[in-house]
């Protein structure tokens, strides 16, 4: 008799035990018999815990602020050429959803056009000159404000009184409303100047 050599096989090996395994679990109905399983579905038999249902209440929305209040009451601001709401909200020191929510804007979108006001919440910082106005020209070692005179053509003239950069005296304006127009009586901030 021949023995069977398994390494021969290779890859069929694995198949042929596992149908001899299979073959040699018999079975019953060979014999006339029927496997059956009966289910009892009677309510009353349950083999589980029925739970209540879970609710999940979502809390609403809330945004915590932290604003000095600086000024008291609420401002307005008219937008300038090149502003928008988050620009306008960092400059008053203001939530972006705060400024949106006291304007009744529900997006950014919303945002007024140049030259339409834009309501600032009370607690925002205060917009527009600070400090004293400083008498002499170019005795700005503090940062204080100026009055815009009729000689006062133009933003490098005034840079120039007050020894300081045009870039230094637009940063000291971003507030200021009607910068941009530069006009006689306007109050400006003047920063100030380098080396003080």
Do not use: H
Not at 1 to 14: D, F, W
Request: proline share 8%; with cysteine.
């Amino acid at each position: 008799m021949r023995s069977l050599n398994i390494r021969k096989l290779g890859v069929a090996s694995p198949i042929l035990i596992g149908a001899l395994v299979l073959a040699s679990c018999g079975s019953d109905t060979g014999r006339g018999a029927v496997a059956s399983t009966q289910v009892d579905l009677d309510t009353a038999a349950t083999n589980y815990i029925v739970k209540d249902p879970v609710t999940t209440t979502i809390a609403p929305l809330v945004i915590e602020t932290e604003i000095d209040p600086i000024a008291s009451g609420s401002q307005v601001y008219v937008v300038q050429s090149g502003d928008y709401p988050l620009k306008v909200a960092d400059q008053f020191g203001v939530p972006l959803a705060v400024l949106l929510a006291f304007n009744g804007w529900a997006t950014g979108s919303e945002f007024p056009f140049p030259g339409q006001d834009v309501k600032i919440p009370p607690g925002a910082l205060p917009a527009g000159p600070v400090g004293e106005t400083i008498p002499d020209a170019g005795s700005n070692c503090p940062a204080g404000q100026y009055t815009i005179e009729a000689s006062d053509t133009a933003r490098t003239k005034v840079a120039e009184k007050f020894d300081v950069t045009v870039d230094a005296l637009d940063a000291a304006n971003a507030g200021t409303s009607g910068y941009g127009a530069f006009y006689p009586g306007l109050k400006i901030v003047i920063p100030a100047k380098a080396g003080c």
